[in-house]
């Protein structure tokens, strides 16, 4: 299940993102997110008939056997109030899951990337949430920014939380996270 924060957005630029992630949340469970190129309204169209592209090669050992691990629930602000179904993959090797997810997403934010950006941009340069928002979410997205800056980046960004957004986003690290 997915977190409870985002809105829907346009496409975004992706030199930010490398292939794949480490999942903070589970240290321990060796699930791994590999972000992929996937069209959230076609995955609601297909459900579990989209034609997930199988990765080359498991990103830990290199072992090129993965087996289907099935698929887990997610929601995103692009598929409204439908859940959609994110293919897994266990290597047989190493025991490492995959989770596939949609590349200009943050894990547990239903929100794109991009319109989290924007959102916080326009609050942080022109004093104002964009028309037709949702300023509970969008207030917590910007604690959990300056959180995460002055926590992650020091209190030198602390007024620079733009370029903060930014650096996070550079550093593969969800910038409206709760958790730090
Ligand atoms: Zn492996």
Known sequence: MEGKDGREGQGFGEPFFSFWQAQPA???????ILFVEVCV???VKLGRA???????????CQSVRLWGHGYVEAYFDEAASQSVLLKRYRCPECGVVLRLRPKGYWQ???ARIETVRQNLLDR???????PNSNPPRQRHWLRALKRQVRMRLGMSYAERLAEGFSELL????CAVSRAV
């Not at 942080?124 to 964009?130: C, L, S, T, V, Y």
């Open 170 to 173: 550079s550093l593969g690290v």
């Open 124 to 130: 942080i340069e022109k004093g104002r949430w964009p």
């Open 26 to 32: 589970h240290p321990t469970n060796k699930v791994l």
């Open 108 to 110: 547990r934010i239903q």
């Open 41 to 43: 309204k076609t995955l």
């Open 50 to 60: 989209y034609p997930w592209e199988k990765p080359k090669q498991c990103p830990k």
